[in-house]
């Protein structure tokens, strides 16, 4: 029914017109009965309410009553801001306070199912506990996902986000809101615990009971009154009531408030998955997700209500801290660069950065080497992680910062000086049979071309180039400098490797791996200018 009602609305708003097709079935009729012009798009339409089910009168085969399936699709203006997700959860919080106004709410992304019927037991254990009710907010559970490849080659797991760090937050405050898998109290959403703030209708107020029907007129009515494009207008929706605005990812922004106010949350990591979802399959998709991230974690990081400043005093330094370790995420492209093309280009012309093989210092180096990516593995692998999936990671976290990052980062500040940029952009998670099984065989898809590949190409070419030459020069004429140039070789070896399915794409695949030809000619050429540049300022 769901499934079939929404396949109506998407024809009307594509066509721009209602067909007498649709005219048929009483549900749909009814919708587009108040729909008094045609010409409507996906970025102008009305408010569509529809109860497609209503527990006070529908039963399953057995007698039992079903649930309530309600059909919501908001007002879309041109000439209105909709805030993207958080705008959409918001307006589904105010329509269901209309028409149920239950006490607890679950936001669940589209992409995801529930995996296990006893989820909103364990939830409820939590929620309905009297030593925690009176500051509880939210009780969150890990995003996992099905049809990862063995070796998780995108890192789409995330582990240390969705599953490691909560652990640990789980100790203090509790975790972050991650935008799905997660069961509200609805007060939560109205002020802090000893602050509530009544929304401007009574009838919105956490504590309101509604005692009519759902199909009730004045139901309805208040329904599509609040679902309008411009009811949030001289309102405190969006930032003190409900979801936050201000950044793209409403979710970290969302839950990060929720803590400075006074509510606390409870991360329930059950053994059986409670929901499962998809993930990105080719890289281009997985960058642009992203680089989005770390656009809206800056957002909160430099807002009037920093991490580092406002954080710290509302919730005390360890979770402030915490929380500021994500929200100055993109800002991890600057080491990592440095990284990347620093000690490669001192290679290139014989120059000794780290200490050498002698020196007493080299052992410092080693263990900060070693103790980072032992902790590292150990607590991957410790939540069940593999060395495969590992080591995935790894080569993604680079991935990442030449990428994502830098981008997310520039593209940061040039919207803070006031120059327009790109809008958001849905992560697209629908993928054809070629590129299914390619996953699954743990081949690289690159996707359409991106500007996001030129600084990944630039580096992976930089450092391929810097390791065989560096070799060549060590191994013949390295001379009394060998010693010092070890570590060198030993990072820039290291960085080839994790860099191996750019140089599989660019020489080895007849596909390319999808990666543009402009791309990898511009990529080259910038490795080149940078090289000429660098040997010269080196020398």
């Known amino acids: 029914m769901y499934e079939s009602m929404k396949m109506s609305v998407e024809h009307v708003v594509e066509t721009g017109k209602i067909s007498e097709e649709y005219n048929t079935r009483d549900e749909v009729r009814q919708v587009f009965s108040q729909w008094s012009i045609d010409g409507f798009t996906r970025q102008n339409h009305p408010t569509m309410i529809q109860v497609l089910l209503d527990q006070n009168k529908d039963k399953d085969i057995t007698g039992n009553c079903l649930p309530n399936l309600v059909y919501v699709s908001r007002q879309k203006s041109k000439t209105s801001p909709h805030h993207f997700k958080a705008g959409a959860l918001n307006v589904l919080v105010r329509v269901s306070a209309a028409m149920t106004n239950a006490p607890v709410i679950l936001t669940l992304d589209c992409d995801m199912y529930s995996n296990d019927p006893t989820t909103p037991l364990r939830a409820l254990c939590y929620i309905l506990d009297p030593e925690m009710q009176s500051n509880l907010g939210y009780v969150q559970f890990p995003q996992e996902y099905h049809g990862l490849n063995k070796s998780d080659i995108y890192a789409c797991e995330h582990k240390r986000f969705f599953k490691v760090h909560p652990v640990g937050y789980d100790g203090l405050c509790g975790p972050n809101y991650a935008g799905t898998g997660c069961f509200f109290r609805r007060r939560a959403l109205c002020g802090g615990p000893s602050t509530l703030i009544l929304p401007e209708i009574d009838g919105l107020c956490p504590d309101s009971v509604v005692n009519k029907p759902l199909t009730a007129p004045s139901v309805l009515e208040l329904a599509h009154h609040v679902a309008g494009c411009n009811y949030e207008n001289q309102t405190k929706w969006g930032s003190k009531i409900g979801f936050r605005y201000g950044s793209l990812v409403e979710d970290y922004y969302t839950g990060y408030r929720m803590k400075c106010e006074g509510w606390r949350s409870i991360f329930c990591y059950p053994e059986t998955a409670a929901f499962l979802g998809d993930v990105p399959f080719n890289l281009l998709d997985v960058l642009s997700q992203n680089k989005r991230w770390a656009i809206g974690l800056l957002e909160v990081a430099f807002s009037r209500y920093s991490t580092i400043t406002f954080g710290v005093k509302s919730m005390g330094w360890f979770m402030g801290l915490g929380y500021s370790y994500y929200a100055f995420w993109a800002i991890l492209t600057i080491p990592i660069t440095t990284y990347c093309l620093l000690p490669q280009l001192a290679l290139l012309n014989e120059l000794s950065i780290f200490p050498k093989v002698s020196d007493p210092w080299f052992l410092l180096y080693m263990f900060l080497f070693l103790g980072a990516y032992g902790q590292d593995l150990l607590e991957f692998v410790v939540d069940g992680g593999t060395i495969q999936r590992w080591w995935s990671d790894q080569r993604m976290w680079i991935m990442r910062g030449l990428s994502c990052y830098a981008f997310g980062l520039t593209e940061f500040v040039v919207k803070s000086i006031g120059i327009p940029t790109e809008g958001f952009n849905v992560t697209s998670k629908i993928i054809n049979d070629e590129e299914s099984k390619r996953y699954e065989q743990g081949v690289f898809e690159f996707g359409v071309p991106s500007p996001l590949f030129v600084t990944l190409t630039m580096a992976a070419i930089i450092n391929l180039l810097s390791f065989i030459i560096g070799l060549v020069h060590f191994i013949v004429d390295g001379g009394s400098n060998k010693e010092g140039l070890v570590m060198q070789l030993a990072l820039t070896g290291l960085i080839v490797m994790n ?41």
């Open 499 to 539: 860099c191996l399915p750019v140089y599989q794409a660019i020489a080895l695949r007849s596909d390319k791996g999808k990666m543009p030809t402009k791309t990898t000619v511009t990529a080259t050429l910038l490795a080149s200018a940078v090289y000429v540049v660098a040997s010269q300022f080196l020398k």
